[in-house]
């Protein structure tokens, strides 16, 4: 017996040595791509305090980044970049951060450097950022060395071209950008652009893999109305169905900054990729490693040392031992910290106007009359144990009316909704409707509208939950005013509201669909069409019971007790 399992090991061994070189051996390209990099020369010099929360982060501001330490980063991504197993790196957009002309040509430099020393070559094509005080003509001149010069065709109208990058593939690299404003600008005309190069792609037998900086689909619940311009594709501009025709099965984009991968179906059953790569001085530092061959592997990375020497004076000594000794936790304190302040900001009346953006006179009022009970609850503790003389907790008003706040780590709301946020920036959320996490989110925030809403009259009551019923693009067959009464009656109604039109939109944010944004393993160039490919018995059935658990325990999970 011991000999016929040594046998099989063997066997197992042998084919799996078997399997690693086919695999090696059908890897065609493999690229780097980094996004978002936001070269700042003004911050890597000088320390502004920024906040008043922190005394040993007082530097980090409202950003979600972490600006003072961006050249370091990319110091230190340029040197594992160097090394790695690619044959290219791309750089979809936002290389700097004020986009002046000497930002862009110090930040060229450094790619020249990185070139000559790692002997690979750099692509890459505009975000919003580079252009704030930089033309077209001047970036192309300006980063002549990659990808402009050696370009196969260029658009004249923007920053965008076409370059080889082996044999078999060819990159398509998409300027998405209207100089000096945040929405993209793509046009018909640059539509069309890339449609002839699609089709010159096909007639010199290449593989299409296409770049730009805006995101070429919605990446995350209400993505195109929190980035308004954000989100190329619409029904006026069809841009991933003609990027499907050219050929590009995948786009590498950025500009969100989070960490997400999507996928496109065509009229014809073409399927498109969108790989959004999160900012690189963001949470984690992530990049992304690329190999196309029979299968697409997408690999994600980051960047986990940095040399502290050349952050500039000013950051505390505390700050810099945890950067010295564990820099990922480092990003993780600096970044939670930074969207924290952002997001006080934004639940403050004056803040959310701005973002709201409302001609409706009646609501901006009951904004200014509610907007600082808003950010208050937002701030309290979670849990009874944790209430401070000045104020109660989330748990003491969810127990009003008869339900409870599931245990877990999270000070506030605030924290929960920055753990959650940040789960998603970094691909890696996981937090279904059942987990505790999400639980107490959405009785969290029942309690936050409840406390809220407590002073305001029946008509103002019903008036804001049928404009967050709005936001959600739900209906919801209710007549809130009808829930206008007690405060019981109030959260009754504020509980149909959170369970039947945020939740969902809720679950779509903090759980991955396929394909995973992290790291993947999907279709190469020359398989089937999506629509082609047909579950078996068993992964339907192995679907089904899959959706039947999760659908019984979430139904148990939101039970009182």
């Known amino acids: ?28 390209l493999t690229i780097t791509v980094a996004n978002d990099l936001h070269y700042n020369l003004k911050a890597s010099t000088t320390v502004t305090k920024r906040n008043n929360i922190s005394e040993d982060f007082s530097h980090i501001g409202s950003s979600g980044r972490m600006v003072n330490e961006s050249v370091a980063i990319i110091k230190a991504f340029l040197e594992k970049a160097a090394t790695n197993e690619s044959d290219v790196v791309i750089l979809p957009g936002d290389l700097t951060e004020l986009g002046t ?16 020393t790692a002997k690979k070559q750099v692509y890459v094509v505009p975000g919003n950022h580079d252009l704030y005080k930089t033309t077209v003509d001047e970036f192309r001149t300006i980063y002549a060395e990659f990808g402009y010069a050696e ?48 089709e010159k792609a096909k007639e010199d037998g290449k593989k299409l893999v296409a770049m730009m900086h805006h995101n070429l ?13 954000a989100i190329v594709n619409s029904e006026e501009l069809p841009l991933a169905d003609a990027l499907a025709k050219a050929g590009a099965k995948y786009i590498f984009t950025g500009h969100t900054h989070d960490h997400d991968i999507k996928s496109y179906t065509a009229e014809d059953g073409t399927v498109i990729y969108d790989a959004v790569t999160a900012t690189l001085d963001g949470y984690m530092c992530p990049y992304r490693v690329v190999t196309f061959g029979d299968e697409v592997k997408i690999e994600t990375r980051s960047v986990d040392a940095i040399d502290t020497s050349i952050l500039p004076e000013g950051i505390s000594e505390n700050a810099l031992a945890l950067a010295e000794s564990n820099f990922l936790e480092y990003t993780k304190q600096t970044t939670n910290l930074s969207c924290e302040i ?14 709201l953006k409302l001609e409706d006179e009646e609501m901006n009022a009951i904004i200014d009359k509610v907007g600082g009970k808003l950010n208050e609850a937002l701030n309290m503790p979670l849990e009874k144990e944790d209430e401070t003389e000045a104020g109660k907790s989330i748990e003491s008003i969810v127990a009003k009316y008869d339900t409870i706040i599931p245990d877990t780590d999270y ?32 009785r969290g925030l029942a309690a936050v509208l409840s406390y809220s809403l407590e002073d305001v009259t029946a008509e103002e009551y019903a008036k804001v939950l049928s404009f967050l019923t709005s936001l959600t693009g739900v209906t919801i067959p209710v007549d809130f005013l009808t829930y206008a009464g007690d405060g019981l009656k109030r959260f009754e109604g504020i509980e149909i509201l959170v369970t039947t039109a945020i939740l969902p939109l809720i679950v779509e944010f ?40 999760t659908t019984v325990r979430t139904l148990f999970a939101f039970l009182p007790f």
């Not at 017996?1 to 059908?26: D, P, Y």
């Not at 952002?342 to 973002?355: D, E, I, V």
């Not at 991955?512 to 047909?534: I, Q, S, V």
């Open 1 to 28: 017996m011991k000999k016929v399992i040594s046998v099989l090991l063997t066997l197992i061994m042998v084919f799996g040595m078997f399997a690693v070189t086919a695999s090696a051996e059908s890897a065609e």
């Open 411 to 442: 000070k506030s709301m605030i924290d929960l909704a920055v753990a959650l946020y940040q789960a998603h920036n970094i691909g890696d959320e996981n937090f279904p409707a059942y987990s505790d996490e999400v639980i107490a989110l959405t």
């Open 101 to 116: 002309i000497e930002e862009n040509m110090i930040f060229a430099a450094l790619l020249r450097e990185f070139e000559a």
């Open 151 to 198: 370009a196969l065709a260029k658009d004249t109208l923007s920053a965008s071209y076409t370059v080889d990058l082996n044999d078999d593939y060819r990159l398509l690299a998409i300027d998405s950008c209207d100089p000096g404003e945040s929405p993209h600008g793509m046009t018909t005309e640059r539509i069309q652009w890339i449609a002839e190069q699609g």
């Open 510 to 549: 903090t759980v991955d669909d396929a394909p995973a944004d992290k790291d993947a393993t999907l279709p190469g160039y020359d398989e089937l069409k999506e629509e082609e490919k047909e579950l078996s018995f068993w992964e339907k059935l192995v679907a089904f019971f899959e959706m039947l658990f």
């Open 342 to 355: 952002l997001f006080n900001s934004y639940t403050k009346p004056a803040t959310l106007k701005k973002l």
């Open 217 to 229: 689909l919605e990446h995350f619940v209400l993505g195109t109305k929190i980035h308004s311009g």
